[in-house]
């Protein structure tokens, strides 16, 4: 006991500041095994490693054997869970806000390495209690698994929904994604549900199921912009200015900079304007930044058309009479 507690002092307190300074798991594990090492745990091994050497009828024997293998099954146990509780601290810190992805899928992991450890934990403690068959237990614990299962079937999808997100990454914390009409920045992906903040400021929860079966638009890994928008003119605009309208369009959009010009047509004639299509690309997913530079290419445009005396179309509706038609009618 003493032993131990010297360990433990000189783990704790001289390699610990050794730890924290130092990207080596090893040395944050060691300190983790050391601070989880329980003194009652060890109280009662040191006994029970003394109560071999004492004469004792074979039942207290196999009692004694199966107390001491529990305990240190319990140690293990508790050192296991500490090893995974560093393990992700160790991981999360290390990559930080560069792989929310990864910090997502290793927290997952660790929910399943923690099931799986005290499953194992708790099924190797029943069967080192004396009398009890561990067997007939797992045969029932099969056979009751189906029935849980089929009860939460709605849970378990979201379960493995959650494991899938969290493998195949669709999205991570901090994209900005949509969701038939719902939109929002991806907030928390849990096990059973994902949160995502609105623009208008509430909360959007998705289970995690109905979310794989959805589609899902991600426009924080857009490279770059594909931007459409119409400009409208008279019908009685010069057909020269007309020919000369796809040259300024061009020019309005090159003049910007982080854009690429794709085309501009006289793409149809409308019911009150003839219209022409423009088609560029920002080359950058901000939001903010296309909007400042489409600004900036309407003013553009509106100086040029005011300089050349092209006129925007709104819509208006001409109505053409037959005069002799209309004063027949009105004479009879």
């Not at 792989?99 to 899928?105: F, I, R, S, Y």
């Not at 009398?131 to 009860?151: D, F």
């Not at 690309?281 to 900036?296: C, E, G, H, R, T």
């Amino acid at each position: 006991m003493i032993v131990v507690s010297l360990w433990r002092w000189v783990i704790t307190h001289r390699l610990r500041p050794v730890a924290l300074n130092s990207n080596i798991f090893a040395s944050h594990a060691i300190v983790a095994i050391a601070k989880q090492t329980k003194g009652w745990i060890v109280l009662l091994l040191a006994l029970y490693a003394g109560s071999l050497w004492i004469e004792m009828s074979p039942n207290l024997r196999i009692w004694t054997r199966s107390f001491g293998t529990i305990l240190m099954l319990i140690q293990l146990g508790i050192w296991g869970n500490a090893l995974i509780a560093n393990w992700i601290e160790h991981y999360s810190s290390q990559a930080g806000d560069t792989n929310a992805a990864g910090v997502g899928t290793a927290r997952l992991l660790t929910f399943i390495g923690r099931l799986v450890l005290y499953s194992v934990v708790t099924l190797l403690i029943l069967d080192n209690v004396p009398g009890v068959q561990i067997t007939p237990l797992l045969a029932s614990l099969g056979v009751g698994g189906i029935a849980v299962a089929l009860a939460v079937q709605n849970i378990l999808a979201d379960l493995f929904a959650s494991l899938s997100i969290a493998l195949d990454k669709p999205f991570i914390i901090g994209d900005f994604i949509i969701v038939g009409s719902e939109m929002g920045t991806v907030e928390q992906i849990g096990l059973k549900t994902t949160r995502l903040r609105s623009l208008s400021g509430e909360q959007l929860i998705f289970s995690n199921n109905d979310l794989l079966n959805s589609r899902i638009r991600n426009f924080k890994r857009m490279h770059e912009r594909r931007i459409v928008f119409d400009v409208g003119v008279l019908y009685e605009t010069d057909a020269e200015l007309l020919r000369a309208i796809p040259g300024i369009l061009r020019e309005a959009v090159e003049a910007q900079e982080q854009t690429r010009f794709d085309r501009a047509h006289l793409a149809r004639f409308d019911s009150s304007a003839i219209s022409f299509e423009v088609v560029y690309f920002v080359l950058s997913p901000d939001f903010n930044l296309y909007m400042d530079i489409q600004q900036a290419i309407n003013f553009v445009i509106v100086d040029r058309f005011r300089a050349e005396g092209i006129v925007f179309a709104y819509p208006t509706q001409q109505i053409y009479l037959n005069g002799s038609l209309a004063l027949e009618r009105h004479s009879r």
